[in-house]
């Protein structure tokens, strides 16, 4: 994984904007669009959570290579808060994380922070043995 790229982010609406910004320099000529395209959707699903959600500064940390982007918002909240919400199916909100979960390979929470993260796989091999789960056979 590169050297992480980290940048602090206001708290007001226009941090999601500057996120993908930093995408954007980031990825340029090194992200495909469609892959590009997501991060930067789930960048801002990211840094609004922690806009609305969180507490004290926001920090957004990338790290690019190519095997996968790893992308990172952490704030000064107090924990991740899970909850079980009731609501109707046309309610506007709360399907952020939904959105992460099915549009990223992976994704979690560091327990007991404010500090979420997602990766994209990026396509195509994987080359040189530290990638090949199955060992060489030598003949």
């Not at 904007?17 to 000529?29: I, P």
């Not at 952020?96 to 099915?102: E, K, N, Q, R």
């Not at 929470?109 to 056979?137: K, Q, Y």
């Amino acid at each position: 994984m590169s050297e992480p790229l980290e940048v602090e982010l206001p708290r007001d609406p226009a941090a999601a904007g500057r996120a993908r910004g930093v995408l954007d320099q980031l990825g340029a000529g090194r992200l495909e669009s469609e892959e590009l395209g997501r991060a930067k959707l789930l960048v801002s699903e990211l840094v609004n959570n922690a806009i609305v959600h969180g507490r004290g500064r926001i920090r957004l940390r990338l790290s690019l290579d190519e095997d996968r982007l790893l992308a990172e918002v952490i704030d000064e909240g107090s924990g991740f808060e899970r909850e079980v919400r009731r609501g109707d199916f046309e309610r506007l909100g709360g399907w952020g994380l939904s959105l992460v979960d099915a549009e990223s390979s992976r994704w979690g929470v560091h327990e007991g922070t404010t500090h979420v993260w997602f990766e994209i796989e990026r396509p195509g091999p994987r080359l040189g043995r530290e990638h090949n789960p199955l060992p060489v056979d030598p003949d």
